[in-house]
């Protein structure tokens, strides 16, 4: 079975230009969530969808970060512009179901990202 | 307010036992703990988790203090490949969850 593919695996931008991260998530994954891990820090969740809406982005900085999750299989995030202190790995997860305090997370290999 | 704290890091010696521990105080009686390493350059991948009773499986044990403040995993006997960082997290809800800054765990051959 195919894991959590994620790409790019590394981004370098200039603060202020955009970049976007993508997901696929294993086949047949209901739930797919986005993670920030700072160097040194556990991974912070972002958003999470279910199928394509999304049940919790409160955690997303609105003003610059978004994703999508079109037709309920990979996803895209965004960040528009990029700050200094969005330098992290973007992590993809995903689950089989919805089923909420219990479900088992695969995680992808992230996207490294520097902002200079 | 951290919700789990561990220590930064820990050694062990090859083919012996770790006891790897996380202190979760304002745990809530809904909230399952989870346990999730993370080896260099991959993501987190699932170890372990429970709520009341110890667990076990065929990667590690979990062992949950009465009280329910403080969880400890076990891994019976280390090998290199072990060789990690390791993160408490607590989860309330499906759209509640929170990590840890985890603990690196050293093995020594």
């Known amino acids: 079975e195919a894991g959590v593919a994620q790409s790019p695996r590394y981004k370098i931008i200039e603060k202020r230009q955009s970049v976007a991260f993508w997901c696929n998530p294993i086949?047949?994954?209901?739930?797919l969530y986005w993670y920030q891990q700072i160097l040194g820090q556990g991974p912070k969740l972002l958003i999470q969808?279910?199928?394509?809406?999304?049940?919790?982005d409160s955690q997303l900085p609105k003003d610059r970060f978004s994703a999508e999750r079109l037709k309920g299989v990979d996803s895209t995030l965004k960040i528009q512009p990029a700050k200094l202190e969005d330098s992290a790995v973007y992590l993809c997860?995903?689950?089989?179901?919805?089923?909420?305090?219990?479900?088992?997370?695969?995680f992808g290999p992230g996207t490294r990202l520097t902002v200079l | 307010d951290a919700k789990t704290t561990q220590p930064n890091s820990m050694e062990s010696n090859e083919e012996e036992p770790v006891h790897l521990p996380c202190n979760h105080s304002?745990?809530?009686?809904?909230?399952?703990i989870h346990w999730y390493r993370q080896l260099p350059s991959q993501g987190p991948e699932y170890v372990i988790h429970?709520?009341?009773s110890n667990v076990n499986n065929r990667m590690a044990s979990l062992a949950i203090a009465e009280d329910r403040k403080s969880s400890t995993l076990i891994l019976h006997r280390a090998t290199l490949r072990d060789a990690a960082v390791y993160y408490c997290?607590?989860?309330?809800?499906?759209?509640?969850?929170?990590f840890g800054t985890g603990t690196r765990l050293t093995v020594i051959p």
């Open positions: 997860a995903s689950s089989l179901e919805y089923s909420g305090v219990i479900d088992t997370q695969y």
């Open positions: 086949s047949g994954h209901a739930t």
């Open positions: 969808f279910q199928n394509n809406g999304v049940v919790d």
């Open positions: 304002t745990i809530s009686g809904t909230d399952y």
């Open positions: 429970g709520l009341t």
């Open positions: 997290m607590l989860r309330t809800g499906a759209n509640n969850l929170f």
